[in-house]
């Protein structure tokens, strides 16, 4: 059974910094695209960004220059690090990731999500 598990939330005060971690485990065979999307309160979940297998990376324009995603395909384990941090980055941040595991027999291709990060930027 596959799962996503995030950590690094918390309260920061605005231009402040934190970094978002989020760890694979399971029966996992490879791990294609994956990426950070946030929630705010009252608002549609949105990408943040996106980082592929080979580490192309794509980000919103609302944190692009502010937000780096990293990867570490030896750990599968992908990164958030956000800085210059504004109080509308306030939201539950989710990981999600493209994975092929193995469900025996067979093998399984199914995109997975964490359960979600809260992180409050505010004075």
């Known amino acids: 059974q596959v799962q996503l598990v995030e950590s690094g939330g918390g309260l920061v005060q605005p231009g402040g910094s934190l970094r978002l971690s989020c760890a694979a485990s399971g029966s996992i065979v490879s791990i294609y695209g994956m990426g950070w999307y946030r929630q705010a309160p009252g608002k549609q979940r949105e990408l943040v960004a996106t980082i592929t297998s080979r580490g192309s990376t794509n980000y919103a324009d609302s944190v692009k220059g502010r937000f780096t995603i990293s990867r570490d395909n030896a750990k599968n384990t992908v990164y958030l690090q956000m800085s210059s941090l504004k109080p509308e980055d306030t939201a539950v941040y989710y990981c999600?990731?493209?994975?092929?595991?193995?469900?025996?027999?067979?093998?399984?291709?199914?995109?997975?999500w964490g359960q979600g990060t809260q992180v409050t930027v505010s004075s």
């Open positions: 999600n990731a493209d994975i092929v595991s193995v469900t025996e027999p067979t093998f399984k291709h199914d995109d997975y």
